[in-house]
């Protein structure tokens, strides 16, 4: 299942509550920056419009949920904390940009008189994922870079077909 389809699967199996104002940060889906700084106060979601928003605490926690507007009138619906647990709000993160046509990059780059290619993101990925590359690959800086991977050639093709179903273009150079 892609990132997207995911998306559309979650939007008809939630249940919404409606809310006055938005007092806290937004998802902005349509910006080219990495993840972490995608988050806005200031991003008015459009009439029709879906996206995530990020309520953070004093101690360092965070709720998240999705948030929609219908008819200038605004309903939001949680995301559980196993979710939450295990990074799946970049799931949502994926599939949003994915669902305004916003591509997010991943470079590899083939490492010379080896069989050996590096794959480098700009964003990290749900869990899942990153326990798949983390099995087929090795971090290329320290233990926790998950972002810069090391693989054999042999499993290009598996680690381009993850990519693609998270709506991550690969670049090769």
Not at 86 to 96: A, F, I, K, P
Not at 122 to 131: D, G, I, M, T, V
């Amino acid at each position: 299942m892609t990132a997207l389809d995911f998306i559309y699967k979650e939007l008809k199996e939630r249940e919404w509550s409606k809310i006055d104002k938005i007092s806290f940060e937004l998802f902005n889906k349509y910006s080219e920056k990495s993840f972490y700084n995608c988050w806005e106060r200031e991003f008015k979601i459009k009439d029709g419009e879906v996206t995530l928003f990020r309520n953070s605490f004093i101690n360092g926690n965070s709720e998240y949920g999705l948030i929609k507007n219908i008819d200038n009138e605004l309903y939001i619906s949680h995301i559980n904390n196993h979710l939450v647990e295990n990074n799946e709000v970049r799931r949502y993160m994926y599939g949003l940009k994915r669902s305004v046509g916003n591509k997010i990059k991943g470079y590899i780059e083939f490492i010379e008189n080896s069989n050996l290619f590096k794959l480098k993101l700009r964003n990290a990925l749900p869990k899942k994922e990153e326990s798949i590359l983390l099995l087929f690959g090795w971090p290329e800086k320290d233990i926790s870079d998950t972002m810069n991977l090391i693989f054999n050639r042999e499993v290009i093709v598996l680690i381009k077909e993850i990519m693609e179903k998270m709506n991550v273009e690969i670049v090769e150079g």
